[in-house]
């Protein structure tokens, strides 16, 4: 490898697949645009590692690391992706083609055709709900689709399991729409089951935590840095719920090696424009669907449907048919408004 083709250092989370995007850049007139001089061999990718109100701040290496601050209004970025500054250290100007990404779709009004990636070039994406708290079979089936779909891999964290006499119940309960998913169960404050999470940092990988307020992800951060990183609170006695104790995504670095990135709390998970993520994520019902009789088959009163046999056998919550039906409808009235979005910039230019 040539010095132009060094990057950026692996221990940064630099990967063989990003290496051939910044190849490719390279070669565009637009690299030759970023240096001050026209040469491509003096640009440099650096990682957002935070994102606050228009400014982002970029990182070049791991240990005592070089950090810049600038803004990014007009570029879409994220925590975690990979950026050229331009020439006058000012601004992000290019961002990376991503190699993973966690995406939803806006949740502010004014913006809901619009998409809102929590986190970039992300290896493992953690779904973390709490063993203190009722199971949400829904919310995991809809992390799920989006977690497929973001291109890591997605492994369920059940914290708190030092607050529970027995996690087993809250465990099964979850596995059972997991389908095919790691469910670990852990104790920020124990440190239990927290080296099944370090391990999974190994090869320098960026993971990405992402859950509702109050299920104990900052306690979780904390445990694995060794530090208060995050700040923590406690969450109500009546249903469990917490507040937004982290404020900003951040990526932070893991001791020893990896990453990880934090997000506040998430409420709400609309889904954006899915690619295979319903399908992994109900993996069992569609395999259910390829043995009905008729190609067809509406699962619902046709003779010969597997679903519906499985329904009535007692091995299918029937509960799981109807939120993948919920979860196809809103990717659809999404999709059309979408095409809703575009005829009306069509319009407009």
């Given at each position: 490898m040539?010095?132009?083709?060094?990057?950026?250092?692996?221990?940064?989370?630099?990967?063989?697949?990003?290496?051939?995007?910044?190849?490719?850049?390279?070669?565009?007139?637009?690299?030759?645009?970023?240096?001050?001089?026209?040469?491509?061999?003096?640009?440099?990718?650096?990682?957002?590692?935070r994102?606050?109100?228009?400014?982002?701040?970029?990182?070049f290496?791991?240990?005592?690391?070089?950090?810049?601050?600038?803004?990014?209004?007009?570029?879409?970025?994220?925590?975690?992706?990979?950026?050229?500054?331009?020439?006058?250290?000012e601004?992000?100007?290019?961002?990376?083609?991503?190699?993973?990404a966690?995406?939803?779709?806006?949740?502010?009004?004014?913006?809901?055709?619009?998409?809102?990636?929590?986190?970039?070039?992300?290896?493992?994406?953690?779904?973390?709900?709490?063993?203190g708290?009722?199971?949400?079979?829904?919310?995991?089936?809809?992390?799920?689709?989006?977690?497929?779909?973001?291109?890591?891999?997605?492994?369920?964290?059940l914290?708190?399991a030092?607050?529970?006499?027995?996690?087993?119940?809250?465990?099964?309960?979850?596995?059972?729409?997991?389908?095919?998913?790691?469910?670990?169960?852990?104790?920020?404050?124990?440190?239990?089951?927290?080296?099944?999470?370090?391990?999974?940092?190994?090869?320098?990988?960026?993971?990405?935590?992402?859950?509702?307020?109050?299920?104990?992800?900052?306690?979780?951060?904390?445990?694995?840095?060794?530090?208060?990183?995050?700040?923590?609170?406690?969450?109500?006695?009546?249903?469990?719920?917490?507040?937004?104790?982290?404020?900003?995504?951040?990526?932070?670095?893991?001791?020893?090696?990896?990453?990880?990135?934090?997000?506040?709390?998430?409420?709400?998970?609309?889904?954006?424009?899915?690619?295979?993520?319903?399908?992994?994520?109900?993996?069992?019902?569609?395999?259910?669907?390829?043995?009905?009789?008729?190609?067809?088959?509406?699962?619902?009163?046709?003779?010969?449907?597997?679903?519906?046999?499985s329904?009535?056998?007692?091995?299918?919550?029937?509960?799981?048919l109807?939120s993948?039906?919920?979860?196809?409808?809103?990717?659809?009235?999404?999709?059309?408004?979408?095409?809703?979005?575009?005829?009306?910039?069509?319009?407009?230019?």
């Open positions: 040539t010095d132009r083709a060094l990057a950026a250092k692996p221990d940064l989370g630099w990967t063989a697949g990003l290496q051939a995007v910044w190849e490719t850049y390279l070669a565009s007139p637009e690299a030759a645009d970023s240096s001050p001089d026209s040469s491509p061999d003096l640009v440099r990718p650096g990682r957002v590692s994102l606050d109100r228009g400014w982002s701040t970029v990182i290496g791991r240990d005592h690391p070089e950090m810049i601050r600038v803004r990014n209004i007009g570029a879409d970025v994220a925590v975690g992706d990979w950026v050229v500054i331009s020439p006058d250290g601004r992000v100007q290019h961002v990376l083609d991503r190699q993973s966690f995406v939803r779709r806006a949740s502010f009004e004014g913006a809901r055709a619009q998409s809102h990636t929590i986190a970039a070039n992300i290896d493992v994406v953690f779904l973390v709900h709490s063993c708290s009722p199971p949400n079979q829904r919310r995991l089936e809809r992390e799920l689709v989006l977690a497929f779909d973001s291109g890591a891999k997605p492994v369920v964290v914290t708190k030092d607050l529970v006499e027995d996690t087993g119940p809250v465990c099964d309960e979850l596995s059972q729409v997991a389908v095919g998913v790691p469910v670990l169960v852990v104790s920020g404050i124990s440190g239990a089951g927290m080296g099944e999470i370090t391990e999974m940092a190994l090869g320098h990988r960026t993971m990405a935590f992402l859950g509702a307020s109050g299920v104990g992800k900052s306690t979780l951060v904390n445990a694995l840095t060794g530090r208060a990183t995050q700040a923590t609170a406690a969450v109500r006695e009546g249903d469990q719920r917490g507040r937004h104790t982290t404020v900003a995504s951040e990526l932070i670095p893991i001791p020893g090696e990896g990453w990880m990135i934090d997000t506040p709390g998430v409420r709400a998970l609309s889904l954006w424009l899915s690619g295979r993520g319903i399908e992994d994520a109900f993996a069992d019902l569609f395999e259910l669907m390829d043995h009905c009789r008729f190609r067809d088959c509406k699962h619902d009163q046709e003779p010969g449907c597997a679903v519906q046999a329904i009535e056998a007692g091995t299918l919550d029937p509960a799981r109807l993948l039906e919920r979860l196809v409808a809103e990717e659809a009235a999404l999709e059309e408004e979408q095409r809703e979005w575009e005829r009306r910039g069509d319009r407009r230019r």
